[in-house]
């Protein structure tokens, strides 16, 4: 490998060059981009990773990052564990309105 | 490997896929592979971002009709050779799969799926609640009654056979198109004659609705009523664990599965009643909710105590396309010519996907009558007598 190896997600391992090569390969959207490499579905869910993904991506597609969309954000905000979810108590089903 | 987004689309084709999830890919690679030129796959979204990119993963042959048991093995056959055919790790494992019961009266059924299940040479065996422990060890048997075990059963990353497929797919000369939406059919003469589409005018003799929890709205298009409705249902990854779970344990008395996957989180999900369903593709909706967490967290850890402390990671949602008798709607509609579709698989595409597309290619080319296809058509809900799948899980 030539040049410095830039770690891009640090949970899933993810080089910067890998995202790059992906995108090589026509993955030119973020949620794909996230799906096929790795980015932001370890541990910490992208919070230390999506951002510079996006940055990234903006400056390949030779676009503004305001043009890019984020991808869902998925909860837990912070992982919790199955004991601590289970001793909540069960919701009632939610109207189904929001998206 | 995608033609990217400013390329138009060709001004015509022998025949048009809606849909990149798994059964449009993988019928758009079997019809290339049987010979037709000029195919083009349809995605309004990114490859695999319907129903399949959203599923739990899970290949199982315990059914209880013969239609779905045979579609399942011989699916599980394409799979076992799927890497190696499509170029590309789809990180398939034969786990097998757990279908356990509180229920005593639930075991008669699962005795009878048995033995249909061998009659088809599938190797599944009952097991007794203590037998299951050899499989699972540490799951609470205390209150399961019996279950059956499978151990062809497994998964497979479903992004990875979407991948894989599409790939296959773009070396057969298949043109893919993302980010692309379907306008308008044109049928004239009880024929299909083009499509219209965000990107242009495609003229085809043949369109094929793999469109999942939109095949119904698209089918609507040419004229065609499909009795489906759409469900959203809930999954959950957790944080990525060394291997210790083998196979999928399932349970038929309150919905629950999960198994683990190459990748070491645990993937799962449990049926809700209470999941909305629409009529409307406008109305869809896959948000998560607290309530599925809960849910699936207070089941997971009563049948299996040592997940207690391990963490959820990250939940999604996913849209069922729902059969009446939970079977997939396979074939054409006398009334239009050129029209196909393979859509209704109601929690199971991506396990019969395979095979279906691969029967579903001979058909398409070559017009001669598949015993399963024709089993499968939309004709079956004119007659009423209905053979519903007992199994429907998740």
């Known amino acids: ?99 | 490997m995608i033609p990217l987004h400013s390329e138009p689309v060709p001004s015509a084709a022998d025949a048009v896929i809606v849909g990149a999830g798994i059964n449009g890919l993988a019928t758009a690679y079997e019809l290339a592979r049987q010979g037709l030129k000029n195919i083009v796959v349809l995605e309004k979204n990114y490859l695999g971002s319907g129903s399949t990119g959203r599923c739990g993963g899970g290949i199982r042959q315990q059914w209880t009709t013969e239609e779905n048991i045979q579609l399942a093995a011989e699916s599980v056959a394409i799979y076992e050779r799927m890497s190696a055919e499509l170029g590309y790790q789809v990180f398939f494992r034969q786990g097998g799969y757990l279908m356990i019961t509180e229920q005593e009266e639930d075991l008669p059924a699962l005795r009878a799926a048995v033995d249909l299940q061998r009659r088809c040479g599938v190797p599944t065996d009952f097991l007794t609640p203590r037998e299951c422990l050899d499989i699972v060890p540490g799951l609470d048997v205390g209150d399961l009654k019996g279950a059956t075990f499978c151990p062809k059963d497994g998964t497979a990353y479903p992004f990875a056979v979407v991948w894989g497929y599409a790939r296959a797919c773009h070396r057969l000369g298949v043109k893919i198109f993302i980010k692309t939406t379907l306008t308008g059919i044109e049928a004239a003469a009880g024929r299909i004659q083009a499509v219209d589409t965000d990107r242009g005018r495609i003229s085809t003799p043949v369109l094929v609705n793999c469109a999942g929890p939109w095949a119904r709205s698209l089918a609507a298009k040419v004229g065609v009523e499909l009795p489906n409705r759409q469900e959203r249902h809930e999954i959950m990854v957790s944080e990525p664990l060394k291997p210790f779970l083998d196979p999928m344990v399932i349970s038929i008395t309150n919905g629950i599965y999960f198994s683990q996957s190459m990748r070491g989180e645990i993937v799962g999900g449990i049926g809700d009643p209470a999941e909305p369903r629409w009529e409307d593709p406008e109305d869809f909706a896959t948000h998560s909710g607290l309530r599925f967490a809960v849910r699936f967290a207070r089941e997971l850890t009563r049948l299996y105590p040592r997940t207690r402390s391990v963490r959820m990671m990250r939940q999604w949602a996913g849209m069922y396309d729902v059969t009446p008798d939970h079977r997939p709607i396979l074939g054409g509609v006398p009334e239009v010519g050129g029209y196909y579709h393979i859509c209704g698989f109601s929690g199971h595409g991506f396990m019969l996907g395979p095979m279906v597309a691969r029967r579903m290619a001979g058909f398409i080319t070559t017009g001669r009558e598949d015993p399963i296809i024709t089993s499968l058509s939309l004709a079956r809900f004119a007659g009423g007598d209905l053979q519903a799948d007992a199994f429907v899980v998740g």
């Open chain 1, 1 to 99: 490998m030539s040049g410095p190896k830039i770690i891009l997600c640090r949970c899933e391992d993810v080089t910067l060059e890998e995202f790059r090569a992906a995108y090589r390969e026509g993955f030119t959207e973020l949620e794909s981009l996230k799906r096929y490499t790795g980015v932001g579905t370890g541990f910490c869910q992208g919070k230390g990773c999506l951002s510079e993904a996006a940055a990234e991506l903006a400056a390949l597609r030779q676009i503004p990052p305001s043009e890019l969309r984020p991808t869902t954000i998925r909860p837990p905000s912070e992982p919790m564990t199955f004991g601590q979810l289970a001793s909540l108590e069960i919701p009632e089903p939610a109207a189904p309105e929001e998206s």
